[in-house]
């Protein structure tokens, strides 16, 4: 090894250009043979640096999303699940309905994949840059909650506010009271119509207003949730079940 390669190669660590420096000497080899011009090696060099750099980009986007679990849409085997339109849920993946604040709304009984695909069109929107979260209704109700009695709300909801995509998971798996039901009002009222927000839920629409037990807070989320949003309604078979058999 030469010791002007050598420095080379310190140069590219220095400046961070990792995979420049580890595909170097590859490049060299090709370039010395003249089977690539210095232009054509540069080119993929700077090429696979970019990729990697924005691969790193969307992991770290994916990881504070806080997802569960990693789930795509492409995992998921909508044979198995008729009752879900497969094209309408694939479409989620160009963020159009983001684009136009439109939010999703996943309603079915437990195994049935509404958890999976919210995740999946939330990694979708990871991938496209786009500021993510995933939270358990009950966990944000309870930030919300102790937000409020430290006088801090108007800065929780902003910061809730803000992503570009909040995922909701579990609404109706516990029941929500009154003051719950208010804050939660106040986090969907500050995202309606600015940013989209995915629920899922295993109740029926209808059948939130046991959920909240207060029939005018229900209408007013409901309002704003269900204005301008895809529901879709899984009436399959659970996928775990499925898998114990
Ligand atoms: P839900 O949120 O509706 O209760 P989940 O999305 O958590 O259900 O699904 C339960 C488990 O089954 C998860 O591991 C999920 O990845 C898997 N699963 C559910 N439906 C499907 C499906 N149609 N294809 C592949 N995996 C599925
Ligand atoms: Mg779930």
């Given at each position: 090894m030469t010791s002007r390669f050598q420095e080379l190669m310190n140069n590219l660590e220095q400046l961070r250009l990792t995979k420049m420096s580890a595909y170097l000497p590859e490049y060299l080899d090709q370039i010395n043979g003249k089977q690539l011009s210095f232009t054509e090696a540069m080119l993929n060099l700077t090429k696979a640096e970019l990729d990697w750099r924005q691969g790193e980009h969307v992991d770290r986007i994916i990881k504070r999303a806080r997802f569960p679990q990693v789930k795509l849409l492409k995992a998921f085997d909508f044979d198995f699940q008729p009752s879900v339109n497969r094209q309408l849920v694939m479409s989620f993946q160009d963020l159009a309905f983001l684009e136009k604040h439109e939010n999703l709304i996943f309603i079915g009984s437990?195994?049935?994949?509404k958890t999976h695909l919210a995740i999946g069109v939330g990694i979708a929107a990871c991938q496209q840059n786009k500021r993510t979260l995933f939270v358990n209704c009950h966990e944000l109700l309870l930030r919300l909650g102790a937000a409020y009695k430290k006088g801090t709300l108007d800065r929780c909801i902003r910061r809730y506010a803000r992503y570009d995509l909040l995922i909701i998971d579990e609404i109706g798996y516990l029941p929500i009271d009154h003051d719950e039901a208010n804050l939660l009002f106040q986090l969907i009222n500050a995202r309606y119509e600015v940013h989209s927000t995915i629920i899922t839920s295993n109740s029926e629409l209808s059948t939130w207003v046991e959920i909240f037990q207060n029939p005018t807070v229900t209408s007013a989320i409901l309002d704003r949730l269900v204005h301008r949003a895809h529901v879709i309604k899984i009436t399959g078979k659970s996928y775990r079940l499925k898998q114990q058999n």
């Open positions: 437990p195994g049935v994949g």
